[in-house]
T-cell receptor, first 112, second 115 residues
């Protein structure tokens, strides 16, 4: 599986934008980039995913580099409820319903 | 629509015992996956069931097994428990009807402590 690299932790002030980076230099052409987050005492929850183009949904935006070797999850206005571990995961679209391979993720702290 | 339900929420067992954990997926979802989460190893895939058949399996010993019923509910069993099996066990469901990038919905997990 192609690997991802994320910072161990990041900190943000409440109501400010947060940019969570992810490097995936060995990404293949058929890999989708998925982001999940895990809030304290809960299971992971889906945030967003994309292939080549930037994506937006009600939770976040995903900016994908032109060469696809990196991506950035953008939370437009961080709230205390966004404090969580964020996982960047590559998922091969041509291997069937392959399981999610979680790395260590980035622990985001939000300061009031 | 109810989310993924896992029972029990907490469980304490002793070494050598066996345990069965239960997962009820979101209504209409046909795929159920199980993950183990520990502080040292993070989230690791155990296995996935689709229409009562195991479709994928992670790198865990045979003491870990699972099954899925016709109503898509799933159980996982761990026999001869070891101290290292103490973990949060998470279940996830998805529609799994051919959309290769569809998202998974996770339950809150069962926290298993082995003494």
């Amino acid at each position: 599986d192609a690997k991802t690299t994320q910072p161990n932790s990041m900190e943000s002030n409440e109501e400010e934008p947060v940019h969570l980076p992810c490097n995936h230099s060995t990404i293949s052409g058929t890999d989708y980039i998925h982001w999940y987050r895990q809030l304290p005492s809960q299971g992971p929850e889906y945030v967003i995913h994309g292939l080549t183009s930037n994506v937006n949904n009600r939770m976040a935006s995903l900016a994908i580099a032109e060469d696809r070797k990196s991506s950035t999850l953008i939370l437009h206005r961080a709230t205390l409820r966004d404090a969580a571990v964020y996982y960047c995961i590559l998922r091969d679209s041509y291997s069937g319903n392959t399981p999610l391979v979680f790395g260590k993720g980035t622990r985001l702290s939000v300061i009031a | 629509k109810a989310g993924v339900t896992q029972t029990p929420r907490y469980l304490i067992k002793t070494r050598g015992q066996q345990v069965t954990l239960s997962c009820s997926p979101i209504s209409g979802h046909r795929s159920v996956s199980w993950y183990q989460q520990t502080p040292g190893q993070g989230l690791q895939f155990l296995f996935e069931y689709f229409s009562e058949t195991q479709r994928n399996k992670g790198n865990f010993p045979g003491r870990f097994s699972g099954r899925q019923f016709s109503n898509s509910r799933s159980e996982m069993n761990v026999s001869t428990l070891e101290l290292g099996d103490s973990a949060l066990y998470l279940c996830a469901s998805s529609l799994a009807v051919g959309v290769l990038t569809e998202k998974l919905f996770f339950g809150s997990g069962t926290q298993l402590s082995v003494l």
